[in-house]
């Protein structure tokens, strides 16, 4: 049995102990300030003696202080070593863990919700609620969070006797816990809980609702508290003043500017295609039925625009209408259309000519070829006269 010290104070962060055994993979010591895996917060991490711990976990009343098996310790059991954890990481899970509680307690108050699933992933958590938040309920639930917060409530831990626990109600995701460690948080929530929490809610520092979606008739919340909060607050600012001055507009007007900004392109992409299509209309007057038709377009052309100019003109060819768009350096590539063969079939010919590959239908095929402008033009060329010649 390990004696767990971080229960009685969330706060150590490294400590003296004996070793008892040290398998392949993991230290077992007689008292350690590492929590170990549980509840949804990952376990800690640190340093035993000059040995790197990645993870903890609890198995059997000891916890199992893993390291990587290539770098296994030098010392056995019955020796004194020291513990130190990754006290950042810890105390920003705590903010975390400390932040969850105060939502779940609140979401179960306010709207009746119970916590059915919680998950931490380094420090973003994800919970579920048996019952679905529209988004005015999210907004008051964060801002009340917050509220609590400010309010720097006191958070107390204490491990009740099983008749205190069936005279105190409390939440607890787990049924019939004999001896269940309740975290209270004064005036807002009770559960059962085997992680380190903060000592007060003003240490949380700021809860954040980054995403809501329904789940199994609920709702999953993606939350963020304290540190790592305020890191996302940073970075998104400095990503919405960049945005801003290439906008020219204040951070609070980024999202009207944006939305202005895409009905300018979609109108403008309205407008580039409707002159496009006009374009190939004109372009298709002029061109004279052929049996190969091969028309080169602007570098920038899409293979959307590819696809519609080819289907627009294969009817002025009585064999193969091809169009282009590309460079000698990056390659061409093409549409291939035709009303009266196999093109899927020719392609296979074509492709294997001119180094390219490509792939569709029985009507229209489009792909990319490794060839020279003057290679393309000259097989077509040769092409052409074979057809006019068995015509």
């Not at 929530?189 to 700021?206: E, I, K």
């Not at 060819?317 to 259309?337: E, H, N, P, Q, R």
Request: hydrophobic share 40%; aromatic share 6%; with cysteine.
């Amino acid at each position: 049995m390990t004696e767990l010290l971080y229960l009685q104070n969330a706060y150590l962060r490294e400590n003296e102990a004996i070793v008892i055994d040290v398998t392949d993979t993991a230290i077992v010591l007689d008292r350690t300030c590492f929590f170990p895996e549980g509840g949804g917060q990952p376990g800690d991490s640190g340093t035993i003696g000059n040995v790197a711990i990645i993870d903890a976990r609890l198995e059997n009343g000891s916890v199992l202080h893993i390291f990587d098996p290539n770098e296994r310790p030098a010392f056995t059991a019955g020796e004194r070593v020291s513990c130190k954890i990754d006290w950042e990481k810890r105390f920003s899970r705590m903010q975390a863990h400390t932040g969850e509680h105060i939502v779940s307690g609140l979401a179960h108050t306010l709207f009746g919700c119970e916590n059915v699933g919680f998950h931490m992933d380094g420090t973003v958590m994800t919970v579920d609620f048996d019952r679905f938040l529209d988004e005015t309920q999210l907004v008051s639930l964060e801002k009340a969070a917050n509220a609590c917060i400010y309010r720097d409530l006191s958070v107390t831990a204490e491990t009740l006797s099983a008749a205190q626990a069936e005279c105190r109600p409390y939440r607890s995701k787990l049924d019939d816990l004999p001896n269940p460690r309740i975290v209270t948080i004064e005036g807002v929530d009770r559960c059962a809980c085997c992680a380190p929490h903060v000592r007060s809610t003003g240490q949380v520092g700021l809860v954040k609702i980054l995403a809501a979606m329904r789940h199994r008739g609920g709702v999953r919340l993606t939350l963020i508290a304290g540190e790592t909060a305020y890191a996302d607050y940073a970075e998104k600012h400095v990503a919405a003043s960049a945005i801003g001055q290439s906008l020219a507009v204040k951070p609070s007007e980024i999202a009207p500017a944006v939305e202005a900004l895409l009905q300018k392109n979609k109108n403008l992409s309205y407008e580039m295609n409707r002159q496009l299509q006009d374009m190939l209309l004109y372009i298709r007057e002029l061109t004279p039925a052929t049996t190969v038709n091969l028309t080169f377009f602007l570098p920038s052309m899409s293979v959307e625009a590819l696809k519609n100019a080819v289907v627009l003109l294969r009817d002025r060819t009585k064999g193969i209408c091809v169009t282009l768009c590309g460079s000698d350096a990056d390659g061409y590539y093409f549409a291939m259309s035709s009303t009266e063969i196999d093109v899927k079939v020719r392609a296979r010919a074509i492709t294997g000519a001119l180094n390219g590959s490509g792939g569709g239908r029985y009507d229209v095929v489009q792909g990319r070829l490794r060839a020279s402008r003057a290679q393309i033009e000259q097989y077509f060329k040769e092409l052409q006269v074979n057809q006019d010649e068995n015509a």
